[in-house]
Nanobody, 115 residues
Framework: QVQLVESGGGLVQPGGSLRLSCVASGSIFRLYRMGWYRQAPGKERELVATMTSGGSTDYADSVKGRFTISRDNAKNTVYLQMNSLQLEDTAVYYC?????????WGQGTQVTVSS
């Protein structure tokens, strides 16, 4: 079983930036497909960004050009750099790892964009 622990959420003004981190347990992190998802109140959880073990990335249209996913395999960590934050980015952000048929989720970190 993989344990994921997110951090870095908080309150930020529109136009501001935050960097989320997700640390994973295990010795084969480099093989995981990692992703960031978010869930706003009253809405379904949605994909924000993913990165394969080979470094290929995919982004939701709503965050393209503003968010960047990256990973440091030596630290078992995946990051989400969020710039130009908007009110509609407010949500709980979850980290997900995928390997073969196994998916694991973190507990989530709250991001609130408010003036």
């Amino acid at each position: 079983q993989v344990q994921l622990v997110e951090s870095g959420g908080g309150l930020v003004q529109p136009g501001g930036s935050l960097r989320l981190s997700c640390v994973a347990s295990g010795s084969i992190f480099r093989l995981y497909r990692m992703g960031w998802y978010r869930q706003a109140p009253g809405k379904e959880r949605e994909l924000v960004a993913t990165m394969t073990s080979g470094g290929s990335t995919d982004y939701a249209d709503s965050v393209k050009g503003r968010f960047t996913i990256s990973r440091d395999n030596a630290k078992n960590t995946v990051y989400l750099q969020m710039n130009s934050l908007q009110l509609e980015d407010t949500a709980v952000y979850y980290c997900k790892s995928s390997h073969y048929v196994y998916d694991y989720w973190g507990q989530g970190t709250q991001v609130t964009v408010s003036s």
